[in-house]
Nanobody
Framework: QVQLVESGGGLVQVGGSLTISCKAS????????INWFREAPGKQREVVGT???????VYADSVKGRFAIARDEDKNTVHLQMNMLKSEDTAVYLC???????????WGQGTQVTVSS
């Protein structure tokens, strides 16, 4: 089995920055993709961004230009750097990863990010 553990959530002011992390129990080079999602009260879960196995990143329009995903292969960790935070970024942020030979993704438990004005 594979474990993913998020960390780094917290309270930040509007316009501020925060980095959250997703640490994997396996080498992140083995993952075909690692994805960041978020869940806000009363809203559907939405994908925030993805880093593919070749290092390519893709972002949702709502965070493009403000969020960035970075891989640290030495630490088996993927970071989500969040800048220019808005109140609507408040959510539980979760990572999931797709890794062969498993046919289903593995999920972390989530970390709360609260952006206050």
């Amino acid at each position: 089995q594979v474990q993913l553990v998020e960390s780094g959530g917290g309270l930040v002011q509007v316009g501020g920055s925060l980095t959250i992390s997703c640490k994997a129990s396996q080498a992140i080079s083995r993952f075909t993709s690692i994805n960041w999602f978020r869940e806000a009260p009363g809203k559907q879960r939405e994908v925030v961004g993805t880093v593919l196995g070749n290092g390519e990143t893709v972002y949702a329009d709502s965070v493009k230009g403000r969020f960035a995903i970075a891989r640290d292969e030495d630490k088996n960790t993927v970071h989500l750097q969040m800048n220019m935070l808005k109140s609507e970024d408040t959510a539980v942020y979760l990572c999931n990863g797709e890794i062969p030979p498993w046919s289903h993704p593995f999920w972390g438990q989530g970390t709360q990010v609260t952006v206050s004005s």
